[in-house]
């Protein structure tokens, strides 16, 4: 344990709503990519198993990664709800055993979150690890059996020049967004260094910024409480780039997941040009699952991202937690300070529950029903079967991104609604404040009245 009072690194996508939009379609589009490239393994038997064996192993993974945020919401519950509070009453009784044994309890809470973030972590690079292998197993296969296919049609060479422009396409729109990033991490660092220079010519932030764990709140408390106009003005600059870098990248977002969906398109109609064509299996189908490999590929890379984020939080909520341990041995004199370093403690852990709870039901959306197709050989589909499904999953990934729209649209919406109907009850129960108030003064100045001519009648 620690006593180390560093900040939590602040990351701008931990706390913006874009970061949480892009994880939680990631489960369901993984099924539906998982779906189409089983589905067009239907004359690969041998790859056909290798897929299957890697979606199995997703589906437990998401359920593991919820069942690990559920563990992390509970035990932020436990330590605000529970031992924060005896271990403040046990430092105001001035019992500082009793304290240290809270202190170990916690401890040993935290030290097991640690250890399931190390695990789950570990278990998305052997994922996709694996994915990687199935990859690698479908390009050869592909190559094998690419020189059985002696010619194109007029139709497929149309095709395949359109997905050659869209694959161009594509890589300038990702090659924009790696810009993007990359000047979204250099604006965070202009920020940081910013608020760092105000600490150090200002006491009180910097003082607020040894307690306080994340950028954004501290840079919340300057803005309404500094008094240098060029400092004000500094801070609102680089917010407006950072959130203008933001607009940037959401906007990039969707075109290239717009460009992805058609390509995809471009794909599977080649696909389906050839797939009539004989007995031989056809390589593009191919390429059409190692495309999808590599998206599948792409989001675990991201997940498990997002685990390790989660993993630098909790190792410095630790700290942040035992930030006044050393102070238990002259408790008498350092009380205040000890309280006071578990007040920000606890702010700090309802601030982790709180982004705990607004990503699990990412993992969540996976019901058992998503990975259904697996009961099933596409191999043992009659030829209507086959297209049945694979036209149903193909609709659901080309309207995958537009459905999301409209149900961020509504969520939104009822975001507003919650918000406005708080405030009308806050201001109900203002108003009958204030009328309460205002009985009892009337009521007093009666009583008052009422003592003075009980005094004159005497």
């Given at each position: 344990?620690?006593?180390?009072?560093?900040?939590?690194?602040?990351?701008?996508?931990?706390?913006?709503?874009?970061?949480?939009?892009?994880?939680?379609?990631?489960?369901?589009?993984?099924?539906?990519?998982?779906?189409?490239?089983?589905?067009?393994?239907?004359?690969?038997?041998?790859?056909?198993?290798?897929?299957?064996?890697?979606?199995?192993?997703?589906?437990?993974?998401?359920?593991?990664?919820?069942?690990?945020?559920?563990?992390?919401?509970?035990?932020?519950?436990?330590?605000?709800?529970?031992?924060?509070?005896?271990?403040?009453?046990?430092?105001?009784?001035?019992?500082?055993?009793?304290?240290?044994?809270?202190?170990?309890?916690?401890?040993?809470?935290?030290?097991?979150?640690?250890?399931?973030?190390?695990?789950?972590?570990?278990?998305?690079?052997?994922?996709?690890?694996?994915?990687?292998?199935?990859?690698?197993?479908?390009?050869?296969?592909?190559?094998?059996?690419?020189?059985?296919?002696?010619?194109?049609?007029?139709?497929?060479?149309?095709?395949?020049?359109?997905?050659?422009?869209?694959?161009?396409?594509?890589?300038?729109?990702?090659?924009?967004?790696?810009?993007?990033?990359?000047?979204?991490?250099?604006?965070?660092?202009?920020?940081?260094?910013?608020?760092?220079?105000?600490?150090?010519?200002?006491?009180?932030?910097?003082?607020?910024?040894?307690?306080?764990?994340?950028?954004?709140?501290?840079?919340?408390?300057?803005?309404?409480?500094?008094?240098?106009?060029?400092?004000?003005?500094?801070?609102?600059?680089?917010?407006?780039?950072?959130?203008?870098?933001?607009?940037?990248?959401?906007?990039?977002?969707?075109?290239?997941?717009?460009?992805?969906?058609?390509?995809?398109?471009?794909?599977?109609?080649?696909?389906?040009?050839?797939?009539?064509?004989?007995?031989?299996?056809?390589?593009?189908?191919?390429?059409?699952?190692?495309?999808?490999?590599?998206?599948?590929?792409?989001?675990?890379?991201?997940?498990?991202?997002?685990?390790?984020?989660?993993?630098?939080?909790?190792?410095?909520?630790?700290?942040?937690?035992?930030?006044?341990?050393?102070?238990?041995?002259?408790?008498?004199?350092?009380?205040?300070?000890?309280?006071?370093?578990?007040?920000?403690?606890?702010?700090?852990?309802?601030?982790?529950?709180?982004?705990?709870?607004?990503?699990?039901?990412?993992?969540?959306?996976?019901?058992?029903?998503?990975?259904?197709?697996?009961?099933?050989?596409?191999?043992?589909?009659?030829?209507?079967?086959?297209?049945?499904?694979?036209?149903?999953?193909?609709?659901?990934?080309?309207?995958?991104?537009?459905?999301?729209?409209?149900?961020?649209?509504?969520?939104?919406?009822?975001?507003?609604?919650?918000?406005?109907?708080?405030?009308?009850?806050?201001?109900?129960?203002?108003q009958q404040a204030i009328e309460a108030q205002q009985a009892i003064e009337a009521q007093q100045a009666i009583e008052a009245q009422q003592a003075i001519e009980a005094q004159a009648?005497?």
């Amino acid at each position: 344990m620690s006593s180390d009072t560093a900040v939590v690194p602040y990351n701008h996508q931990m706390d913006s709503p874009d970061f949480i939009r892009d994880l939680l379609p990631a489960a369901e589009k993984t099924a539906l990519l998982y779906n189409i490239s089983y589905l067009c393994l239907a004359k690969f038997p041998s790859l056909e198993r290798i897929i299957r064996a890697n979606a199995v192993e997703a589906q437990m993974l998401f359920s593991s990664s919820e069942a690990l945020l559920l563990l992390c919401v509970s035990t932020s519950d436990n330590m605000v709800k529970t031992l924060f509070p005896m271990l403040k009453a046990a430092v105001e009784k001035d019992n500082p055993v009793v304290a240290f044994k809270f202190l170990l309890k916690a401890s040993q809470w935290i030290h097991d979150i640690i250890k399931e973030v190390e695990n789950i972590v570990d278990d998305y690079k052997k994922l996709n690890n694996g994915v990687a292998t199935a990859t690698s197993d479908v390009i050869s296969t592909k190559a094998k059996t690419e020189d059985k296919k002696k010619q194109l049609t007029n139709e497929e060479e149309i095709l395949h020049n359109s997905v050659k422009d869209y694959n161009q396409k594509l890589r300038g729109v990702q090659s924009d967004l790696d810009e993007v990033n990359t000047k979204i991490n250099d604006v965070d660092t202009e920020l940081r260094d910013l608020v760092e220079s105000i600490a150090s010519r200002n006491k009180m932030f910097r003082i607020a910024a040894s307690v306080v764990p994340f950028l954004g709140i501290i840079i919340d408390v300057m803005q309404r409480a500094i008094n240098d106009p060029v400092d004000s003005a500094a801070i609102e600059l680089t917010k407006n780039k950072i959130n203008q870098l933001q607009q940037d990248k959401t906007r990039l977002s969707k075109k290239e997941w717009e460009a992805q969906t058609e390509l995809m398109k471009l794909q599977m109609k080649m696909n389906k040009t050839t797939f009539d064509l004989g007995s031989v299996p056809d390589p593009v189908h191919l390429a059409e699952v190692q495309a999808c490999l590599t998206r599948i590929q792409k989001i675990l890379l991201q997940l498990k991202s997002f685990w390790e984020k989660i993993g630098v939080m909790v190792t410095n909520l630790q700290q942040k937690t035992f930030a006044g341990e050393d102070l238990i041995n002259v408790l008498s004199d350092f009380k205040e300070e000890f309280l006071d370093s578990l007040q920000a403690a606890e702010e700090a852990w309802n601030t982790f529950r709180g982004r705990c709870q607004n990503v699990m039901c990412m993992f969540s959306v996976q019901s058992k029903d998503a990975y259904k197709f697996l009961e099933t050989s596409p191999s043992s589909l009659t030829q209507e079967e086959w297209q049945e499904m694979y036209d149903a999953v193909t609709a659901k990934l080309y309207s995958f991104y537009h459905a999301l729209e409209a149900k961020q649209v509504i969520e939104d919406q009822q975001a507003i609604e919650a918000k406005q109907a708080i405030e009308a009850k806050q201001a109900i129960e203002a108003q009958q404040a204030i009328e309460a108030q205002q009985a009892i003064e009337a009521q007093q100045a009666i009583e008052a009245q009422q003592a003075i001519e009980a005094q004159a009648g005497h």
